[in-house]
């Protein structure tokens, strides 16, 4: 059974830093392409960070340039989004992807950025 657990939001001054995490299991998760996604309420589901299955290469949203890092341990079968110097317009509920023939997604984690 194909899983991807995300982890890690919550509520957050802006300014301030949090680390999303995503465990995944049931598939390959070496042999695939991992994204994050975010969705504001109101908004279209926009990608917000990805990283190629090996961890070489990375390409971001340009919003959130600078601030954002996506990682991967294959060992631990899991992706990690550093969130750095939050704003509130960084406010969604992020969600994991894995990608190559096919796709799956997590089921999401709320992020607040609010004083």
């Known amino acids: 059974q194909v899983q991807l657990v995300e982890s890690g939001g919550g509520l957050v001054q802006p300014g301030g830093s949090l680390r999303l995490s995503c465990a995944a299991s049931?598939?390959?998760?070496?042999?695939?392409?991992m994204r994050w996604y975010r969705q504001a309420p109101g908004k279209e589901r926009e990608m917000v960070a990805s990283?190629?299955?090996?961890?070489?290469?990375?390409t971001y949203l340009d919003s959130v340039k600078g601030r954002f890092t996506i990682s991967r341990d294959n060992a631990k079968n899991t992706v990690y989004l550093q969130m750095n110097s939050l704003k509130p317009e960084d406010t969604a509920v992020y969600y994991c992807n894995a990608l190559r023939l096919d796709t799956y997604w997590g089921q999401g984690t709320q992020v607040t950025v609010s004083s």
């Open positions: 990283i190629t299955s090996v961890g070489d290469t990375t």
């Open positions: 049931g598939f390959t998760f070496s042999r695939y392409v």
